[in-house]
């Protein structure tokens, strides 16, 4: 707490509150008064984010701000929340794209305006919830309830195979996320407790680990989303409406790793070592074939989707990539490094994912195609526009200066101290991403004008500017002074790394 004031409590419990609000009030005071409203309860949970990084202390790989309340006392579930240097990043990540996301669809969204904004200001408070939560079920909770706003964002206001799409996308994620409730339940028999904490410190077999390790994957893979349980993500893409592909690809996606750092790999460590070489295949599988799987894409959101879940292939290979270097070096800050390289490439894929879908949105809202062949020199007639979509296109390729190199260096200097055909394979995905997105970019920006829609195109206003504009400050400032992420989550990394390599057997 921060002067006695729950300040966690209040970022999560905020935005859910006034999304309610909105929701309800939206028929009353019409879309004005909603979209000032929406405004005011993003921004507010945004700076309340901010508080707690203000306020965090980066020496301690301690639980901060925590706050502790019995819950279902027959059953030892509390309301127990927390952060540490793994979980705020991904807390201002969040309510940094909510806030985008609404000016986002400031003047897009007609229909059913009030609705629309309150989704997202739940989701929202739902998603700080999973991060937050130090108890299993209340964790459980927060991580089946946000799949609620996003099926009504992508089935009320997607395209017109949005009932598929989000039929596929819930039951995808739901049927992972049944395995894992089975795993919290047994380590529940085991350690006698719900507290995440307590559960870290279960003393299981290699078999049990296993078992567990393999429920947990079903979950977390399929958020991810890892190959061969990536199939619902494009769908999905393609179908929901410019801020729900903004939050899937920024927020959503990520809390597949934060799940695996929170369980699988503290929980079951001897098992992930033991597993290591399949998630290495799975995470090497995802650069490579999905990265060839984009270059042949028409559709952009589709080709910016298979771009996501090919650097998220990045995050895995970094998690696990680890225990093989540590086997290699016998130096577990390389471990670390791996670790801190694939919580980097996270957050840098949210800002840089989010901006192209954004990117695409802008488009789309003006020429209402996502076809690149309907496209053809954007840049003569919005410039401005060109240049910061140029800017996102280097930084999804991985240009040094941008963020989207930083979590992607480390990544491969990691795999290569393990296996030099770890890090030539997941160098791959630097050659593939400049191909398919700057071969997007060059169709769709450059040449001549394609048609008559494109020379009437108006630039982009003021309102845009201001979400581009932040976007590409954070992707350059994180390029060349990734030190305030290292610093947050440094503490962390480490105990997480002490962790891993603490045998749990009987």
Known sequence: MILNFPILSATIWFPIVGGLWVICSSRQVGHTFARWNSLFFAVTTFLLSMLLWYGFDTSTADMQY????????????????????????????????????????WVVIEDRFGMYMGAFLILEGFMIGVFCSLDAILFYIFWEAMLIPMFLIIGIWGGPERVYA???FFLYTFMGSVFMLVALLY????????????????????SEQKW?????????????????VHTWLPDAHVEAPTGGSVILAA???????????????????????ALDWLMISLSLIAIVYIGFVALVQQDMK???????????????????????????TGDLSQSAMGIEGGMIQMISHGFISGALFLCVGVLYDRIHSRQIKDYGGVANTMPTFAAFMMLFAMANS??????????????????????VWYAVLAAMTLILGAAYTLWMYKRVVFGGVGNPEIANLKDIDGREKLIFSALAITVLVFGVWPAP????MGASVDQLVDQMFRSKLL
Do not use: C
């Open 485 to 488: 992420l290292f610093d947050i």
């Open 166 to 168: 989000t039929i596929k």
């Open 302 to 328: 589709k080709l910016i989707a298979y771009s996501s879940i090919s650097h998220m292939g990045f995050v895995t290979l970094g998690f696990f990539v680890a225990f093989q270097v540590a086997g290699a």
């Open 398 to 419: 991985g240009l040094p200066g941008t963020s989207g190199f930083v979590g992607e260096f480390l990544v491969i200097l990691t795999a290569f101290k393990a296996n």
């Open 212 to 228: 567990i390790f393999f429920a947990f994957l079903l979950a977390f893979a399929v958020k991810i989303p890892m190959w061969p």
């Open 66 to 105: 925590g706050e502790l309340f019995p819950w279902i006392g027959a059953f030892g579930i509390d309301y127990a929340i927390g952060v540490d240097g793994i979980a705020l990043p991904l807390i201002l990540l969040t309510t940094f794209t909510t806030v985008l996301v609404v000016l986002a669809g």
């Open 187 to 206: 380590i529940y028999s085991k350690s006698g407790s719900f507290s995440i904490s307590s559960m870290h410190d279960a003393v299981l077999s290699l």
């Open 251 to 273: 927020v959503m996606l990520k809390m597949g790793g934060y799940g695996f750092l929170r369980f699988s790999l503290p929980i079951t460590p001897d098992a992930a070592a």
